[in-house]
């Protein structure tokens, strides 16, 4: 199991940015695709960016494409997420989340949390307008 420790959450105005981190722990963390979602109040939880195991590969969602950016430092079992022109709709709860289970060399997990194994606790976001 991989522990994810989530960080950078907090209070900005719109068209701020953030820096989100997680940092996992485990052995498996270097070869592991990652992921971040979202939940915002009395929503479901929504895909937002995956990552491959080089960084070399991404995929995000429609609505943060052009504003967040997605990086991963193995050296420090970290992977990043830089928020840019923030907007009130993306108020939520931030999960890190790891895919423990291997893929295709290269593969990126499907944009469905039922893809991943492990989970942050998550940090919150909220901007306000």
């Known amino acids: 199991q991989v522990q994810l420790v989530e960080s950078g959450g907090g209070l900005v105005q719109v068209g701020g940015s953030l820096r989100l981190s997680c940092v996992a722990s485990g052995r498996t963390f270097n070869r592991a695709a990652m992921g971040w979602f979202r939940q915002a109040p009395g929503k479901e939880r929504e895909f937002v960016v995956t990552?491959?195991?080089?960084?070399?590969?991404?995929v995000y969602a429609d609505s943060v494409k052009g504003r967040f950016t997605i990086s991963r430092d193995n050296a420090k079992n970290t992977v990043y997420l830089q928020m840019n022109s923030l907007r009130p709709e993306d108020t939520a709860v931030y999960y890190c989340a790891v895919r423990a289970r291997s893929l295709g060399w290269g593969a990126l997990p499907a944009p469905d949390s039922n893809e991943y194994d492990d989970w942050g606790q998550g940090t919150e976001v909220t901007v306000s307008s």
């Open positions: 990552v491959n195991w080089s960084g070399g590969r991404t």
